[in-house]
């Protein structure tokens, strides 16, 4: 006990001061709201039962350090300087503050005085204005880098740490990170910075949370660090306290006592029991006391075994107590006006697919933990509508969403009703911290994402005055922004337009505990947010008072409406209804909503605010009916999005660690330009003659049910509408197929399973499926995946593992191809007694085995003794097994069919492409073959063209009779082929119907179209995100996209809640106009720009807009592709080259082509740019004139350049330099020691 008073004795003193502070001001606030209710709103007062937050002192800024790499553009006729590629000239940055580091010392008083607001290096500013780019690029990336030095976390993990940090502005963040860069790691250590002072809440699918608490907790078995603190972490010294010594404090601050012992101890027991030495139980039962860290105590590894389990139960008891633990998949049953624990809502059933993946046990701890947490959250949210008028029980505290897209895509299933209640809760909640963990974050719809950042965004209050005026817009906002801002204001930003004749203006308030301040030493004006000095219980009636303090400075008091007279008479019942909502208009002649409430995907257009999260709404609006996002909807969202989502692609320093994915051999007539033909290889596979007459009778059935959906106004992304046996006949079909056909009812599913069982039978007996049997006729598109297994077969030996996946699970899929195995010599691998010779073997993991022989299944596959699958060759996975499971040294990967959105494809491919999933083989082996399988109908709309598909049928699965081409329509009228004629009839009538596609095509169809659009939404996400700068360096053309404003911008706000496209330019006062912009017709644009190293440099933009007018300087990069860099001074071009260059096979995985170096020649600059002219492009990129190349060392994002010399077909070795010595020297190489790249690996010579 002498270790636990000494390591908790500052936090026992800081609690004794927040308390009696907190105390003082719950009776002030007290008193006065019983004066006026509406001083409960956003107030961060809470009752004596609630965890206070003290603020933590704010860190020391650093000064301002300038980037070599970057460019700039010079000054501008008529407008300030445009920065192309300087952060400096806009920056893009994340959410959160300033935070230098954990102090040692003690705490600072509560109580005690903030910051002084003059102190502007403490300063964040906020998402919405130009200026955040810039602070976020060149103040606060700064600053975590300093951080960073000595800390275990990535540069990205730190900046979401930071930048959501208890004192920072900044509500949410959405970490779309790659793989390998530890997402769950990232959310972990931002909960466990803010966990002294916000409860939080993780909510993720049931079967994610061991893993989750692993994270936390770190496994020293196997080596894994924990990213928990203190108590929380295995890797401490630990020291035993028994029972009889605890105190109140120790209760108090580990929320240990004798109940959660006994809890403890009964999990240990449990634990222990799977042990042989029986003594192991005894010893546990006899544990009387909890350990805590201590630095001069035991390790782990020395810990007695029993005393090892009870310390991991004991911290996984704290870590669910202190992490809290909610599972969607299922959720929690909960609705709006109450909390309900029943299970009666049937619409809900989809909501529990996730309980598969757990054992009998685990389940009913799950609906048991449910039914605790739905009263947790009543009770916490009748207390935060009573106490801060919040509709939300996470009213001050941290929510962690882990796969948030799987969150997101449950609120917009119809059926499931408690999704969209926490939906709400989130969007209501206040003074939260906000994390949401996805690698994809769009799966379905594209609508998703405006769920997604209402979430992150919150719930949006707007107030809106309206005046009597002859100033124009430009001038009002100019006098606001010097009376507003002047002194430290609770006005977070202001947005004024002009109709009928009026000035309007609309308010948004800052945070709770954050002010809006300009600083009078800044020539462009910016306004900075710093903490507030004002107490919370008065936030409100300030901030209304400060917005007419202002107005009366600019206008006369009786042009304003509501003017301040108005306002002060209202009733306090009256107010109060303002802050809840309850609409209230007072000019009535411009009919404007004075307390609008809004999320950040509500677009006001025509005085109509239209929900974005209905799907129709955002295609319609931001689409076009297009595959892509039109220029100005486009800059649009991205400011709309602007400090809402850290991005990163992957952790490049593992990069080399990844398995190669084998170029794609099939491209597919009619899909040449499909994206998704691109990353895999997409098999056709037409059907046979006995597979088409199975899939017409389904189709002909089916087209009479699908009228008649269309009729009742089905949704054709709907996974009901394409119906399942049209699709798994494009699988397989089965000569005695009535167990498929027949209806099944209650009564007569025995009956049917002993049907299939029958026929399942037959097959096996007659061999039927075999490669050399009838398997091409039944099903091509198998017969195909066996011809393929067999390249990694060798003497009827496996060679190389197969991963392959089907979304069916029985007859026609999985269930079937198992089938398939078994004629084709394959045994099942025996999880209960796994079979000891090497053999041909398949095993699965779907949702149909239970968590043990999952496991089992997955252990034996990944073995090192398994790596080229000599004891089992196959995984079967389905949906079950898409997500969550990594498996080892796949070698190709088999996906049976299509499916609604290439997520789910991706998720599969993603199981046998891992970060180090590939180390146990050979290098040369470090390769995945992926492919997709298509159904197709026979090609042709008339008779002839249906013979010609028929004939060029590869496995002549078609009777075909033999006729000279010129007689094709003549042989056919003959009456011995009028069987045959029908059938080519029924193939162009089913042709017609469906313009050629067959279900597969379909779904392909559909899958691309989605995907198409997922990827320009994915490009916007990333486009805005607040590191997009820093951290895409190594992807030039989307770091030239990346959201930027120029330095002179810097005093504008970006965006306003609510405004529509058509309104943005009056948020854009500045207008830019180039003094130097050469056009090059038909579309390309040069731009004269300089460095910080002083050279004169000028860029070539192909401009994409449809506009016919001279481009606006400040979109040119966003409707803009950047094309090369003309150097003056050193006469170098230096040329963006395409992802895909063809030297980049040679040069390996290690190393890419990043641009090619070409000399600038003398006569350009006499005929062209001495005149202000520039050539076109093609006169510049001559062959002659090329030097080499600069390439990127994908491990570290160095960059080294490599001549031509290093380039001819017969040389293997490539010399290469590091590019900065290159430039250093004046571009030679003649004094630098070269580097080898020898193999696709670098070589230092030494």
Partial sequence: MEIYTRTRKYDKEAIDRIQEKHRKEREEFDKKAEEDPTL??????????????????????????????????????????????????????????????????????????????????????????????????????ERIKDLNHDSPLKIYQTLVQQYLSYETPYRGLLVYHGLGTGKTATAISLAEGLRGQMRINTLLPASLETNFIGEIMGDKVKGKMGWGKDELNIDNNWSFVKISEIDDDFKDSYKLDGKVLRIIQNETVRAVKQYEDKELE????????????????????????????????????????????????????????????????????????????????????????????????????????????????????CVVIDEVHNFVREILNPASKPSKVFYEWIVNAENVKLVFLSGTPVINKPSEIAVLYNMLKGLIKIYTFTIKSDLNVEDVIRRCNEVFYKNPSLIELFYVEKKMGKIVISFIQERT????????????????????????????????????????????????????????????????????????????????????????????????????????????????????????????????????????????????????????????????????????????????????????????????????ARMRGYDEDSPFHYHMRTRQSCNIVYLDDDFRTTKKTEDNKGLIEDMKAKAYQKILDDNSLGIDKDLKNLSPKMFQIMNNINKFMKDGKPTGKILFYSDFRSDGGSEAFELVLKSNGYQKFDTKDPQKEKGKRYTFITGSEGPEERSVSK???????????????????????????????????????????????????????????????????????????????????????????????????????????????????????????????????????????????????????KYRVSLEINSVIKESSLDCIQHTRDDPELNDKCIRFSDKLSGEIAYFPGISAKVLENIDIVQLKAKYLYHIKPNVYVISASNDEGNNLFIYYEYLSTEEKEPDIRYIREKGRRLCDVYIDSMMILNYVDKEHPYNKRLGKEFSVYQEMYTLDDDVIDEYISQDEFPPLKQLLVKDS?????????????????????????????????????????????????????????????
């Fill in 513 to 708: 505990g954050f002010e809006s301040l300009m600083d009078p030493n800044d020539k462009n004006e910016v306004v900075y947010t710093v903490q507030s000095k004002k107490e919370d219980f008065e936030h409100f009636n300030v901030f209304i008072n400060e917005i007419y303090d202002g107005l009366h400075e600019i206008f006369d008091e009786e042009d304003i409406v509501p003017s301040k007279e108005t306002y002060n008479d209202l009733s306090p019942r009256i107010k109060s209804g303002l802050l809840r909502g309850k609409h209230t208009i007072y000019d009535k002649e411009l009919n404007i909503v004075f307390n609008r409430k809004q999320k950040l995907f509500d677009i006001l257009e025509d005085d109509v605010l239209t929900d974005m999260t209905n799907n129709d709404n955002f295609m319609r609006y931001f689409f076009e009916g297009r595959d892509e996002i039109p220029e100005i909807k486009r800059i649009l969202m991205k400011r709309m999005l602007m400090g809402l989502t850290s991005y990163y692609p992957i952790d490049r320093s593992s990069i080399v660690d990844m398995p190669i994915v084998v170029d794609p051999e099939y491209l597919p007539i009619g899909l040449e330009n499909h994206k998704i033909v691109q990353k895999l290889n997409v098999v056709p596979c037409m059907m046979s003659q006995t597979q088409f007459e199975k899939y017409m009778e389904m189709w002909s059935k089916e087209k009479s049910i699908d009228a008649l």
């Fill in 40 to 141: 409960v709103q956003g107030s961060s007062i809470q009752s004596d039962d609630s965890t206070f937050s003290p603020k933590s002192p704010r860190y020391a800024s650093n000064s301002w350090e300038e980037d070599d790499s970057i460019t700039s553009l010079p000054e501008y006729e008529e407008g300030p300087t445009y920065n192309p590629e300087s952060p400096r000239g806009s920056p893009t940055l994340g959410e959160e503050g300033e935070h230098v580091g954990i102090s040692d010392e003690e705490p600072e008083d509560p109580s005690a005085e903030l910051i002084q607001l003059e102190d502007l290096d403490n300063k964040t500013v906020s998402q919405h204005r130009k200026a955040f780019v810039n602070w976020v690029n060149n103040v606060f990336y």
């Fill in 859 to 1009: 252990e034996y596959f990944n073995d090192e003794t398994n790596k080229h699958g000599e004891y089992i060759q196959i995984m079967i996975i389905s949906s079950a097994g898409a997500e969550g499971i990594s498996l080892t040294c796949v070698r190709q990967v088999h996906i049976l069919e299509p499916f609604w959105n290439y997520v789910r494809i991706d998720q599969v491919l993603g199981r046998a492409i891992r970060m180090r999933s590939h180390t146990q083989l050979p290098k040369e082996d470090r390769n995945v073959e992926q492919y997709l399988y298509l159904s197709t109908l026979p090609r042709g709309d008339n008779l002839e063209s249906v013979y010609k598909s028929l004939k060029a049928d590869e496995n002549h699965t078609w009777l075909i009779p033999e006729f000279t081409e010129e007689n094709i329509k003549v042989e056919l009228n003959k009456p011995e082929y009028k069987d045959f004629k029908e059938v080519l009839d029924s193939i162009i009538r089913v042709n017609v119907d469906t313009g050629g596609e067959s279900a597969d095509n379909h779904l392909f169809e559909i899958m691309e179209r």
């Fill in 282 to 397: 005894k010893r546990a039962k006899s544990i009387r006391g909890f350990f805590i860290p201590d630095k001069n105590g035991t390790k782990y590894e020395d810990l007695e075994q029993e005393q090892q389990e009870f310390l991991k139960k004991e911290l996984e008891y704290l870590i669910k107590t202190k992490y809290n633990f909610i599972h969607y998949n299922p959720f929690p049953k909960v609705k709006t006006d109450h909390i309900k624990t029943g299970d009666d809502d049937k619409d809900d059933a989809e909501e529990d697919e996730d309980l598969y993946l757990l054992d009998e046990e685990q389940k009913k701890k799950v609906l048991t933990n449910n039914m605790k947490i739905v009263k947790d959250l009543e009770k916490r949210l009748k207390y935060n509508k009573k106490n801060f008028n919040v509709d939300s029980p996470f009213y001050g505290e």
């Fill in 1186 to 1246: 090329l030097k080499g190349y600069k390439l990127k060392y994908n491990v570290n994002d160095t960059f080294y350049y490599m001549g031509l010399d290093s380039i001819l077909p017969d040389i293997c070795i490539q010399r290469v330099y590091p590019y900065q010595l290159y430039i250093d020297d004046n571009y030679k190489i003649d004094n630098i020691p070269p580097r080898v790249i020898y193999n696709g690996e670098l070589f230092i010579n030494v």
